[in-house]
């Protein structure tokens, strides 16, 4: 259930709330409005006055609730009506209208408007439009003349809503934080149905600006990029000529004058604002220490691998980076995939979106190896390409997002794990079709059987646990392939499998044939030690890194 507080000012104001929420909608979507409840439970009803002019009776309506306001005069508060639209998920059983108006009360109550049992309370409504929602509309002024007593009422009539979803059985909702994006209103949505638009264009900026973001290197590439994405941008310039914010619209999307309708970068999401988005544009400025040059794909693979020990040895705020990080990169994939994933990773991207703010002051220092790698990726997807790039980002992408689950679960973050969840599954989809084919055609060039034979002997020394599974497993060819690979690169196969394994724990793995395939390519294409080096590995003098384990309940698969 998801109430939203709107307050509105003006002469005029309830007058315009009560013609509007008995009139046909700007899309006629208003089916049937009446009144379910009210302050007094007698209030003139526009939608059950048959033998009257539903005009006249709003224009009562109106002047009912607005008699405490006119008392007041010119000392009656700038903003005196509130406004409060409540919805049902499309799932939930449909209520009656007495269910309703047991509904509004309690959300009236709980935001200080009407408490139980105040009869000098503020005046109120509560109309219902449909069969899946209702508005409740409020004069901001109290029949004795005082204020209501309304703090914090947003996160007030959130709580009272968690409770009513549980004595309704209705969907429940995760509590927030917030710092989930602003959800684009009833107006919009029906704006963008009017043209014809598959979303709304708060959507369409959101997304557009936060790949700006995630492809810039520096502010002057982010404003480029958006030009070309069809982005309008009006700066806001402080006394010393400074930009100190910036404004977003979409070519086309106007108000009733003509003029364009700009968002705030602040309103699309709390992390769009110009100085948050400059804070991210630092972390992948030019610097002073060379990147050695190699195939983007691996190292974005390598440091996507390394989040899952960031968010379980790290401190908070490196954790929070981290997300941010693997965020971004999430944003870029849908443009670099063929056409036939890019769906399901849009998907991904966008409820992820929501796992990468919470309370905590991101530190994102750790991540520019994975936001720079990705943004070589975006430049030129086919560079190094041979179709098993993306299916080793997903790879360990799905095994980053199980970390993020379990990370925001322990810090009680509701609506940021289950968005975690909810990329998971879209990954999951999307890593299917393309780990298919590559395997598939790794496996063609598998070794003779003799070679398989030595490396399923090194596999029964090194993890006897997982040996009987991976060489069961129908990645097993492909295994053998990069492992030989690997060998005529000069790596000593048995060093590179131990390498390997000691990466990471294979128990959350679902296939550790793929994981170990896509580790050991990896592996394979750095530069070969030297026959002394491998010898003192071989002998012990070296040791593998300890493997990160595996988040309680994991929900990883692979």
Request: aromatic share 4%; glycine share 6%; charged share 25%.
């Amino acid at each position: 259930m998801i109430p939203k507080i709107i307050l509105g000012k003006g002469p005029e104001a309830t007058r315009r709330t009560i013609g509007y929420l008995f009139g046909k909608g700007r899309a006629n979507e208003h089916i049937d409005p009446h009144l379910v409840a009210s302050w007094n439970n007698f209030a003139p009803d526009p939608g059950r006055s048959p033998h009257r002019d539903p005009k006249e009776v709003e224009a009562q309506l109106a002047a009912q609730l607005d008699q405490p306001v006119k008392m007041l005069g010119d000392k009656a508060p700038k903003y005196t009506v509130w406004h409060c639209p409540v919805r049902a998920a499309p799932e939930d059983p449909i209520l009656t209208d007495a269910q309703w108006a047991d509904i509004a009360r309690r959300i009236v109550a709980a935001a200080g408007i009407a408490p139980a049992g105040d009869d000098e309370a503020c005046r109120w409504v509560a109309v219902r439009h449909a069969y899946d929602h209702i508005h409740i509309a409020a004069t901001l002024v109290r029949q004795d003349g005082r204020r209501p007593q309304r703090d914090y009422d947003q996160r007030a009539v959130q709580r009272e809503a968690r409770k009513i979803e549980i004595d309704y059985g209705l969907r429940r909702l995760k509590p927030g934080d917030g710092t989930a994006a602003k959800r684009p209103t009833s107006k919009e949505h029906f704006k963008a149905k009017r043209l014809g638009q598959d979303a709304t264009s708060r959507d369409v900026l959101r997304l557009r600006v936060r790949r700006a973001v995630a492809a810039a290197a520096d502010e002057a590439e982010f404003f480029a990029l958006l030009e070309a994405t069809g982005v309008n941008v009006r700066l806001k310039h402080g006394p010393s000529g400074d930009a100190l914010g910036c404004n977003f619209a979409l070519p086309g999307d106007t108000n009733d004058k003509g003029q364009p309708v700009f968002y705030s970068g602040s309103t699309l999401a709390p992390d769009l604002s110009l100085p948050q988005i400059r804070r991210r544009l630092a972390t992948t400025s030019p610097e002073r220490a060379t990147v050695r040059p190699g195939n983007p794909w691996h190292q974005a693979t390598n440091a996507t691998e390394r989040i899952p020990h960031h968010l379980t040895h790290g401190d908070d705020p490196t954790g929070q980076g981290q997300l941010v990080a693997l965020g971004a990169a999430l944003d870029l994939l849908p443009v670099t995939a063929p056409s036939t994933l890019k769906a399901e990773l849009e998907q991904a991207a966008a409820v992820f979106e929501r796992a990468t703010r919470s309370r905590i002051a991101a530190d994102l220092d750790s991540t520019r190896a994975l936001r720079r790698s990705v943004q070589a990726i975006w430049k030129d997807p086919t560079q190094h390409g041979d179709g098993a790039g993306l299916a080793m980002l997903l790879d360990v992408a799905l095994t980053a997002v199980a970390y993020a689950i379990h990370w925001h679960r322990t810090r009680q973050h509701a609506q940021q794990e289950a968005a975690a969840e909810q990329a998971l599954v879209h990954l999951q989809v999307a890593y299917a079709p393309v780990a298919g084919p590559a395997l598939t055609d790794l496996a063609r060039r598998s070794p003779s059987l003799q070679t398989k034979r030595r490396y399923a002997h090194h596999l029964q020394e090194a993890v006897p646990q997982h040996a009987e599974r991976i060489l069961a497993d129908p990645a097993w060819g492909a295994l053998a392939t990069v492992l030989a690979e690997a060998e005529a690169a000069g790596h000593n196969a048995a060093t590179v499998l131990d390498q390997a394994l000691g990466q990471r724990t294979l128990d959350d793995a679902h296939s550790p044939a793929r994981a170990l395939t896509w580790r050991i390519r990896r592996l394979g294409e750095r530069h070969a030690p030297s026959p002394q080096a491998q010898a003192a590995k071989l002998s012990g003098t070296q040791r593998p890194t300890p493997p990160v384990q595996s988040p309680p309940h994991s929900t990883r698969q692979r």
